[in-house]
């Protein structure tokens, strides 16, 4: 299986993607995870790449394809992979299709997670973020059993940097004009699934694995 999780951030796509790749048994391939890997490293790209993130900006496409073409080729991605906020415009779409081009693969599936503006400012300003294993917690929504300690590792919790409002704000505007387009684009290859993001966890992967019903199982 190969999918691509589309939506603005904070749809659940991180959520989402994990558990499906805990079912199908395939990586969850972040690129902002990726991303903030590099910026934790202190590096002269790391703060560059910090400079767009923390303004809610795109990081250069360049990066981001080197950095994502570099875990795809990873082993344990071989039998499948789910990508998580990636790709993000029309010009990594197309990367993202030529490499696997290369190795005569595609793209099973594309689902789009759609959730409103205001819920997403919502769940986003109460979402916490586990150092250590990116785990995500919300206060109020799905607390982690003893404050700011991540329950699947013992990880420090906090608050992304880009997780303010107004950035969030920002990246909803970034995600409407330059995301957004590739519903179409994917729509006109045939490949588009779109699925409503509110409600339960458990609900919305239900309906994801509706969406691809047929090439969900098995995953290889
Ligand atoms: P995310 O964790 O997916 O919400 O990404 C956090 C931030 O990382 C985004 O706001 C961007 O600054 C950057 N980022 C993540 N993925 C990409 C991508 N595919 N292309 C460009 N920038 C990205």
């Given amino acids: 299986m190969r999918l691509v999780l589309l939506g603005p951030p904070g749809a659940g796509k991180g959520t989402q993607a994990r558990a499906l790749g805990a079912l199908w048994g395939i990586p969850q ?12 490293e202190d590096s002269d790209l790391g703060r560059e790449a910090a400079s767009y993130m923390d303004r809610g900006q795109l990081v250069p496409d360049d990066l981001v394809l ?27 779409a197309e990367a993202l299709a030529k490499g696997l081009e290369r190795y005569k693969l595609k793209l099973d599936k594309v689902v789009a997670v759609i959730v409103p503006d205001e819920e997403i400012v919502k769940r986003i300003s109460g979402r916490r973020t586990c150092r250590n294993c990116n785990a995500m917690y919300h206060v109020m929504f799905e607390p982690p059993a003893k404050p700011g300690v991540c329950d699947k590792c013992g990880g420090e919790l906090y608050q992304r940097e880009d997780d303010a409002e107004e950035t969030v704000r920002e990246r909803l505007k970034v995600f409407a004009e330059t995301t957004r ?34 090439v969900a199982v098995p995953p290889k």
């Fill in 181 to 214: 387009p590739l519903l179409a684009h994917y729509d006109r290859l045939g490949l588009l699934a779109q699925v409503n993001g509110v409600g339960r966890t458990d609900e919305v992967e239900k309906r994801i694995l509706t969406a691809v019903n047929g």
């Fill in 66 to 92: 080197k950095l994502v073409d570099a875990r795809l080729r990873k082993e344990d991605a071989r039998p499948g992979f789910i990508l998580d906020g990636f790709p993000r415009n029309v010009t990594q």
């Fill in 29 to 40: 391939v972040a690129s902002g995870d990726l991303l903030r890997a590099v910026v934790r």
